[in-house]
């Protein structure tokens, strides 16, 4: 028994350790849940007028809605579809930042500036308007979606990179290795890259939630997914119409695991940081 | 033969020159100290003739030709604080080739160094094991001048004196001309075949 106490207590003072366990849970429930996306039959998903607005019991641990459909099943393919979404939109608006933030300090002159110029922009404007603007220009649904938010997002992870390659380049160790004969594409595969690989990771992850977030918003209020889509800013939406009747389960409960998922991502983003840079842990 | 010819150096329009007119060569084997107060363009001076400055006016040759713009340079500059010479995230096998192509085991032993020590990164070493790993990368095969600027600053007497004793004799076996910046004028009297003050090459 003392021992266990002791490990206990030493888990806790390893922030380490405590890191990597967070890191490797929210993994853990990530991967159940797309288990779950897949195995989960589509038997839910049918209407079922004799089940209609049953609250949650035994068999439909989420109660089921207005046309007898089985809330859990629509809240797993919801999240599921989610999760897809965001993963893309997030990769791609990654993706941006990281090649604009290269090219701006790497070329600097009129690229830098020109670059700055548009990061300036995307973050003086209003985010929700330009992100509704931009996919509805796309062709609205999943690829609006998925565009609107790569293209708003990139900004505040391209200056972070930007600011840091600077800073590397400008560092002792880089300037040797050019009168060392290394190339500069050298110099960027093997000093520069490898130091933001981090950065590039820990920016995804903590642009998922904006993502998913943005995706219910714009599904929430029609200008995202269509309407037959087991999308969560759908059924959030659906279940407006039905609050005041009183069938709180259609509302809160996809609320509520809806905001479960993005702070499990906003906590994976943080404890990968912090695993990363353990320098800040000691310091 | 290194070569610094009437070089003027400011870092703003709008200063005072720091370096004014200066010339100064160094040949093959040739250890020449450069001695000063602080503040009075040492470094600056070394970063010139390393090219990691390019000078206002004048210029530098080796053996009659220009400093490359690109590619392995023959002057190589060693700084004064070893652990911002290296990329922290990379282990000293690794740190060691960019700079060094062959046997790096025979290296190791040259300048007194545990060959496990390849294996380690560099917060694992020593200040003064970790200089030694930065002198021993820069004298790759085709560096003919080395520029030294306080690269024993830091450490104590003994180590400073190990140091400059394995430096000597590996820039008489490879004819490496060096040019080395210190306050400490015993240990300049002790290793240099001609000791300059950077007050009489200011013109
Ligand atoms: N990057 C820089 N930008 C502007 N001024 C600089 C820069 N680096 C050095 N200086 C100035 O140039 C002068 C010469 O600096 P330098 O480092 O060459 O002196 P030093 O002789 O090496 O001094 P020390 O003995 O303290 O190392 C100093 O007055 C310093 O303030
Ligand atoms: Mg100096």
């Not at chain 1, 708003?152 to 972070?160: E, I, K």
């Not at chain 1, 939406?237 to 409960?253: F, N, P």
């Not at chain 2, 220009?66 to 700084?79: A, D, E, T």
């Not at chain 2, 400073?160 to 820039?171: C, K, L």
């Amino acid at each position: 028994m003392k021992t266990v106490i002791v490990t206990y207590k030493t888990i806790l003072r390893n922030k380490r350790l405590t890191t990597i366990l967070s890191i490797i849970l929210c993994i853990l429930v990530f991967a159940g849940l797309s288990i779950a996306g897949f195995t989960i039959s589509e038997k839910g998903l049918r209407t079922d007028l004799e089940e209609r607005n049953l609250s949650p019991d035994a068999c439909h641990i989420f109660g089921t809605d207005w046309l007898g459909r089985d809330m859990l099943t629509r809240i797993v393919k919801g999240l599921n579809l989610s999760l897809k979404i965001g993963l893309i939109a997030a990769g791609i608006s990654t993706m941006i930042a990281v090649m604009l933030g290269l090219c701006s300090a790497l070329f600097g002159g009129m690229v830098d500036f020109v670059i700055i110029w548009m990061i300036d922009l995307f973050m003086s404007l209003p985010h929700l308007v330009f992100l509704v603007l931009i996919s509805f220009a796309a062709g609205g649904g999943a690829k609006g979606v998925v565009i609107g938010v790569a293209v708003t997002h990139w900004p505040a992870l391209a200056r972070v990179i930007r600011a840091e390659v600077l800073q590397l380049m400008n560092t002792e160790y880089i300037q040797i290795a050019s009168k060392l004969g290394q190339s500069n594409t050298g110099i960027m595969t093997h000093h520069l890259l490898p130091h933001i690989v981090p950065q590039f990771l820990v920016g995804m992850i903590l642009l998922f939630p904006h993502a998913i977030l943005h995706e219910a918003g714009l599904s929430f209020i029609g200008m995202g997914l269509s309407p037959h889509t087991p999308a969560i800013g759908i059924i959030l939406s659906e279940s407006m119409r039905h609050l005041s009747t009183g069938y709180w389960w259609l509302a809160v409960i996809p609320g509520a695991c809806l905001l479960f998922m993005v702070k499990l991502f906003d906590i994976l983003g943080e404890n990968i940081r912090d695993w990363v840079n353990p320098k800040i842990l000691r310091g | 033969m290194l070569e610094g010819r009437n070089l003027s150096f400011r870092y703003h329009p709008k200063k005072d020159w720091i370096l004014k007119n200066i010339s100064l060569t160094v040949s093959p084997g040739q250890v020449i100290g450069l001695k000063g107060m602080s503040g009075e363009g040492k470094t600056t001076l070394g970063k010139i003739m390393a090219g990691y400055l390019r000078p206002d006016s004048g210029f530098i040759q080796v053996d009659k030709y220009p400093l490359p713009k690109k590619g392995v340079s023959p002057v190589q500059m060693i700084f004064q604080h070893p652990e911002l010479s290296v990329n922290p995230k990379w282990r000293i096998h690794k740190i060691l080739s960019e700079g060094i192509a062959g046997n790096q085991t025979l290296l190791m032993d040259e300048f007194g160094l545990s060959p496990s020590f390849l294996n380690r990164y560099p917060h694992e070493l020593s200040g003064g094991e970790l200089q030694r790993i930065v002198i021993g990368r820069s004298l790759g095969k085709d560096t003919r001048y080395l520029i030294a600027d306080e690269i024993t600053a830091m450490l104590d007497a003994i180590t400073q004196a190990q140091i400059w004793h394995t430096i000597m004799t590996s820039i008489k076996k490879r004819n490496i001309g060096v040019l080395a910046i210190s306050h400490d004028e015993n240990l300049l009297n002790r290793i240099c075949d001609d000791c300059l003050h950077i007050r009489d090459l200011n013109n």
